[in-house]
T-cell receptor, first 115, second 113 residues
Framework: AQKVTQAQTEISVVEKEDVTLDCVYETRDTTYYLFWYKQPPSGELVFLIR????DEQNEISGRYSWNFQKSTSSFNFTITASQVVDSAVYFCALTSGDSNYQLIWGAGTKLIIKP | DAGVTQSPTHLIKTRGQQVTLRCSPKSGHDTVSWYQQALGQGPQFIFQYYEEEERQRGNFPDRFSGHQFPNYSSELNVNALLLGDSALYLCASSLDLGPYGYTFGSGTRLTVV
C-alpha cells in the first residue's frame, strides 16, 4: 500500500527563519512521482515541484529547496529566510502505477510565519 | 491562459438535497479529477474522467456521480446530502491520465446544514 506521512501538524516560526517540512513516503513501485503543493487560505492547491524516483538530485528554486533521499524514503522541503506570505498548508503527495496515478496525499503541515 | 475554473465558490444546502458542482479544466488538459477535502485533512480522491468516461473511482458511495462533456468540462453531483458531505471540493485537470502534473482550481466550499 502507498502512504505519505507528514508528521508535523503545525509549525510556527518567526519571519526570516529557515524551516524544513518533512515528508516520508511508502510505495512498492520502483517508478513513482513525488509532489509538493501549497494551499493558502484561498483554498487553491498551488503546484510547487514534481520529482520522479530516478532523479535524486536536490533542487533549489529561489528560497525553496527540496531534499529527496530514496534511502530514507523522504522528500523534505526547506524554506530559507521565511516570509509571512509563505504561511499556508503544505502537502506532500505521491503517485505511481500502483495507485493508477492518483495522488496519495499526506495530511499536510500548517506553516505559520510570524512577522 | 486560464487555469482550472470551478463554480460556484460557496454553496449552502440542506440535508437530503442534491447539488451539482462544475469544473472547467485548464486549456489543453483533457482529464478531470475530483477531490473532497474535509477541514484539516488532505484531499481524498473521488473519481476521474477522461474521454467522457469515469476511469477511476475512489472510496465514495454511489451518491457521488459525475459527468464529463465533449469540451472536457465536468460536473460533480451529490445526491441525498449528508452533514458529513460538508467539505471543500477540488477539481484538478491534467493530460492523458498521466502523472505529469495536476492543476487545481480554487474549489467549491459546500456546507450542508
Amino acid at each position: 500500500a502507498q502512504k505519505v506521512t507528514q508528521a508535523q501538524t503545525e509549525i510556527s516560526v518567526v519571519e526570516k527563519e529557515d524551516v524544513t517540512l518533512d515528508c516520508v513516503y511508502e510505495t512498492r513501485d520502483t517508478t513513482y512521482y513525488l509532489f509538493w503543493y501549497k494551499q493558502p487560505p484561498s483554498g487553491e492547491l498551488v503546484f510547487l515541484i514534481r520529482r520522479n524516483s530516478f532523479d535524486e538530485q536536490n533542487e533549489i528554486s529561489g528560497r525553496y529547496s527540496w531534499n529527496f533521499q530514496k534511502s530514507t524514503s523522504s522528500f523534505n522541503f526547506t524554506i530559507t529566510a521565511s516570509q509571512v506570505v509563505d504561511s499556508a498548508v503544505y502537502f506532500c503527495a505521491l503517485t505511481s502505477g500502483d495507485s493508477n496515478y492518483q495522488l496519495i496525499w499526506g495530511a499536510g503541515t500548517k506553516l505559520i510565519i510570524k512577522p | 491562459d486560464a487555469g482550472v475554473t470551478q463554480s460556484p465558490t460557496h454553496l449552502i444546502k440542506t440535508r437530503g438535497q442534491q447539488v451539482t458542482l462544475r469544473c472547467s479544466p485548464k486549456s489543453g488538459h483533457d482529464t478531470v479529477s475530483w477531490y473532497q477535502q474535509a477541514l484539516g485533512q488532505g484531499p481524498q480522491f473521488i473519481f476521474q474522467y477522461y474521454e467522457e468516461e469515469e476511469r477511476q473511482r475512489g472510496n465514495f458511495p454511489d451518491r457521488f456521480s459525475g459527468h464529463q462533456f465533449p469540451n472536457y468540462s465536468s460536473e460533480l453531483n451529490v445526491n441525498a446530502l449528508l452533514l458529513g458531505d460538508s467539505a471543500l471540493y477540488l477539481c484538478a485537470s491534467s493530460l492523458d491520465l498521466g502523472p505529469y502534473g495536476y492543476t487545481f482550481g480554487s474549489g467549491t466550499r459546500l456546507t450542508v446544514v
